[in-house]
């Protein structure tokens, strides 16, 4: 699968950076640190953004982050309190659908626990648009069976998802290696790009060997992390690249 030039299937996993700045001031300061940062898509963890309920205040940062990333892939991201995330909302629909209809972003992220309706009308809006949806599960407190996280993967197809993520909590090394298995099983079973990820330092070796069992994309920080035991993107990037070298 190609988003613009880059394709996330195949070769080494692609780096992901968080923008995860509050107001105007603290995303133009995360912008600025790009440059000293490797990166080949960025995803802009909305949640974070105080004013994102107020349209004409997210379409002015949305112009913001196109102004300064004018080629860059862009990932919106709106997790929810009950997700992992950082707030609360009942215009979830509304919010993605603004910037779906903005054409200046490239793929959108939908907890798929979220219901069939709404994921499926948010993932008939994308295609619309030509916008990517990736099909996410998070579990922050446990790891769930292999045969629980394949069924996952599976709904995620049934819902015609592009792009399917899995990021899971670690309670000892054989949730990591249950993990890493069910990645492998997934990218071989599936044509759509896998991405997953064990969390917390337990797990951190699943962020970087993505390239030998089939993980896509991996999430390294630029300022600040984003999720448990994530590593800075240039670490990361010496790291797949060592990972690759091996292989």
């Known amino acids: 699968m190609y988003i613009k030039n880059l394709e996330l ?6 780096i992901c950076v968080p923008l995860i700045a509050k107001d105007k001031e603290e995303l133009q300061s995360e912008l600025n640190a ?14 974070h953004y105080e004013k994102v309920e107020e349209e004409s205040e997210l379409m002015a940062a949305l112009e913001l982050v196109r102004k300064q990333l004018p080629d860059c892939i862009l990932l919106i991201t709106f997790r929810t309190i009950y997700e ?3 707030k609360i909302t009942e215009r979830y629909f509304d919010i993605y659908r603004s ?5 200046q972003i490239d793929l959108i992220d939908v907890e798929f626990s979220r219901g069939d309706e709404l994921f499926s009308e948010i993932l ?3 295609h619309q648009h030509h916008v990517g949806v990736i099909a996410s599960y998070h579990d922050f407190s446990q790891t769930p069976s292999k045969k629980e996280m394949m069924a ?5 197809k049934t819902l015609r998802a592009d792009i399917f993520k899995l990021a899971v909590m670690p309670k000892n090394i054989e949730d990591v290696l249950a993990v890493l298995e069910i990645t492998y099983k997934a990218n071989e079973r599936f044509t759509q790009p896998i991405i997953t990820m064990s969390m917390s330092k337990l797990g951190f070796i699943t962020r970087t060997v993505g390239e030998l069992f089939g993980s896509s994309v991996t999430f390294g920080s630029g300022q600040q992390a984003s999720a448990p035991g994530q590593i800075s993107a240039s670490q990361l990037h010496q790291l797949l690249e060592l990972m690759h070298e091996g292989l």
Do not use: H, T
């Not at 910037?99 to 054409?103: P, R």
């Open 152 to 156: 996952c993967f599976e709904k995620m």
């Open 9 to 14: 299937k195949n070769g080494l996993p692609k």
């Open 34 to 47: 790009l440059k000293d940062v490797y990166y080949d898509l960025i995803e802009w963890r909305i949640d």
């Open 99 to 103: 910037l779906i209809e903005s054409q």
């Open 124 to 126: 008939r809006l994308a």
């Open 84 to 86: 992992g995330g950082n």
